[in-house]
């Protein structure tokens, strides 16, 4: 636009004079919501913690995966001209995975075939609650599962045992 021409050296050394670095960018979902999040973190999670320390309660935060035994390899390093091999079984397997952790580190989990359904779901929660003599504060996501009629039905009847919490989008 301005008819300058500058050398890749002079551009690398302009951006490192203004402070900016290469960096990998954070994927963020375009549905976040920065106001909702801010707010959660300031007014809504500070008073989940209350509620736990006088409900004498267990904050479980909470999620799914998916788990493959296919590895993620990144780059690697060999002579020049020489690609490097790395093994691995040819045969795919893939399962999903529910998870809990607590801010102590406690961590409970459960392993199950294909996507995660509103039977799963609470397969899960009846084992996170039987195994604990504490009332359990559970943040999730809002994951469809999460927020079905059968869900919030039996967390109603289970009210003195569990409590679900969410996330901002």
């Given at each position: 636009r301005t008819g300058i021409k500058l050398s890749l050296t002079a551009i690398g050394t302009y951006l490192a004079a203004w402070g900016l670095t290469p960096q990998k960018p954070i994927r963020r979902a375009t549905e976040r919501d920065e106001a909702a999040i801010k707010a959660w973190m300031e007014q809504d999670y500070p008073a989940i913690v209350k509620r736990a320390k006088k409900e004498k309660a267990e904050i479980h935060w909470a999620d799914e995966t998916g788990l493959s035994n296919q590895a993620n390899y990144g780059r690697s390093f060999a002579p020049q001209g020489e690609t490097p091999v790395i093994p691995r079984p040819a045969?795919?397997?893939?399962?999903?995975?529910?998870?809990?952790?607590?801010?102590?580190?406690?961590?409970?989990?459960?392993?199950?075939?294909?996507?995660?359904?509103t039977t799963i779901f609470l397969t899960f929660l009846r084992r996170l609650i039987k195994d604990t003599d504490r009332k359990l504060f559970?943040?999730?996501?809002?994951?469809?599962?999460?927020?079905?009629?059968?869900?919030?039905?039996?967390?109603?009847?289970?009210?003195?045992?569990?409590?679900?919490?969410?996330?901002?989008?």
């Open positions: 045969k795919r397997f893939t399962q999903s995975m529910i998870s809990s952790v607590t801010n102590q580190g406690k961590l409970r989990f459960m392993i199950y075939d294909g996507a995660l359904n559970v943040i999730v996501d809002n994951l469809r599962v999460h927020r079905a009629k059968v869900v919030m039905a039996w967390v109603a009847e289970h009210a003195d045992r569990i409590t679900l919490f969410y996330l901002p989008p």
